[in-house]
């Protein structure tokens, strides 16, 4: 089955850190650049992370750059995203992504996302 299973959100206080895991199954996850995105309620999707697929070159959003740090692992089809000072506007479930060739076609493939709710 072609799918991201993630893990490691929660409940974490300002100031802190989590380490979000994304495991891709079912199609050869190191053909693939990989993203993470977060969208918080009533907020647009917004692309935090990129990373190619030898994890040589990546991308920040912006809001994130200096605090966050995405890799990957091919041997375990996993990308990670490590959250450093983290802020409530960094509060948001976080989902993993990738464009994969599926029938002649790139599409989007989603994960289901995990929750990440910064708070004192």
């Known amino acids: 089955q072609v799918q991201f299973v993630e893990s490691g959100g929660g409940l974490v206080q300002p100031g802190g850190s989590l380490r979000l895991s994304c495991t891709a199954s079912?199609?050869?996850?190191?053909?693939?650049?990989m993203n993470w995105y977060r969208q918080a309620p009533g907020k647009e999707r917004e692309l935090v992370a990129t990373?190619?697929?030898?994890?040589?070159?990546?991308k920040y959003a912006d809001s994130v750059k200096g605090r966050f740090t995405i890799s990957r692992d091919n041997d375990k089809n996993t990308v990670y995203l490590q959250m450093n000072s983290l802020t409530p506007d960094d509060a948001a479930t976080y989902l993993c992504?990738?464009?994969?060739?599926?029938?002649?076609?790139?599409?989007?493939?989603w994960g289901q996302g995990t929750q990440v709710t910064v708070s004192s």
């Open positions: 079912g199609f050869i996850f190191s053909n693939y650049d």
């Open positions: 990373i190619t697929t030898s994890g040589r070159s990546t």
């Open positions: 992504h990738a464009l994969i060739w599926r029938s002649w076609s790139l599409v989007p493939l």
